[in-house]
């Protein structure tokens, strides 16, 4: 799960305080006051307590919803600035030559490296709810809660976006003539594919389509234990049945987290029989995370306006490669 750096929790906060202080300068120049000058019209700040409630809520989506990207991001995430579109890293060929010698006086032949940059596009997702000036005011004045069916689902439509950019990137984003690829579209991953049925078959062949999955790996020099995101149902599979009738005590799901894996995080997100192995290694994959999933106020003019307020998040999977085209991701499907 990401996690807020100092700026970003500044900035957040700082646009609910910005708000409250406009109802309250809005009240006062309406003259909402509790003898009520003006009929129609709330301008009542938001309670601090409802922030702590509505940010609750929002955790508790990403939770059961962002397996992928946040098992990413509690091990690769890395700030980025939100005012900046593309984020680029840098490819360096090998120059130069070594030397041996017994006084270190000998020179080496210099030549030239070569840079490469490579661009991943940071686009913004959001989505927005409304309530009405009554229905805020009636929830202050009734003690009861503001309906959250349209907040729920405006903070589900971000986090089934982020877990889709980290899985499948976003074709139609393209920045400086750089798509957002995610880990099972990416150009430089290693793919094969999927020889068995992973929800009937045994454990010998369960246990091969990994195997085999991850020697892709081994073949870009990429020799880390990788973490396999697998389908839920697959995994489940795994779970209950025994590796071998022959020896039983010891299902699928024991066999593979002893074969050289750091870890297998089951997803809905990922189809069946599809193994996604990939090395979390911030040299070979981040998450650059501009701003965690939130929500913030949008500006009222008027005391009979709607509440409105956006959901947003902005983070995406940055996929590493370097000059031989070699990754750390491989995708058996």
Known sequence: MLRF???????????RRAFNA?????????????????????????????????????????????AVFNDLAASVARPFPIGKLISYFQQISDSGEVNVSLDGRSTARTDQQTYAYVGTPVPIVNSTFS?????????????VQLDDAGRL????????????WALDGNAKMV???????????????????????????????????????TALLYAKNVFAEPTLYVNIND???????????????????Q?????????????????ADEIIAVVKDPTLIRVLNAMPPTT??????????????????????????????????????
């Open 175 to 213: 920045v400086a003539g750089a798509p957002l690829y995610g880990i099972r579209t990416h150009p430089k991953r290693s793919t094969r594919s999927t020889t068995n049925d992973l929800s009937t078959c045994t454990g010998a062949e369960w246990l091969a389509d990994v195997n085999a999955t």
């Open 5 to 15: 750096t100092e700026e970003q929790q500044a900035a957040v906060v700082n646009q």
């Open 235 to 253: 995994w489940k599979y795994a779970r209950e049945t025994d590796f071998s009738t022959s020896y039983p005590g010891k299902t699928i799901a």
């Open 131 to 143: 309530y009405g000036w009554r229905q805020v005011a009636a929830a202050q004045t009734e003690g």
């Open 153 to 164: 689902n405006s903070n589900r439509k971000i986090s089934e976006t982020l877990e889709t």
């Open 255 to 271: 066999r593979v987290l002893e074969s050289g894996v750091a870890n297998v995080v089951p997803s809905s997100s990922v189809a």
């Open 296 to 333: 913030v106020p949008l500006f009222r003019a008027n005391p009979h306006d709607d509440y409105n307020f956006m959901s947003m998040g902005a983070a995406v999977v940055e996929v590493r490669y370097d000059t031989a085209d070699q990754s750390g991701i491989a995708h058996s499907s």
């Open 22 to 66: 406009q109802q309250i300068a809005m009240a006062e120049t309406h003259r909402l006051t509790a003898e009520g000058a003006n009929l129609l019209g709330n301008a009542s700040p938001m309670p601090r307590d409802v922030w702590g409630e509505w940010d609750n809520d929002g955790l508790m989506v990403q939770r059961s919803m962002l």
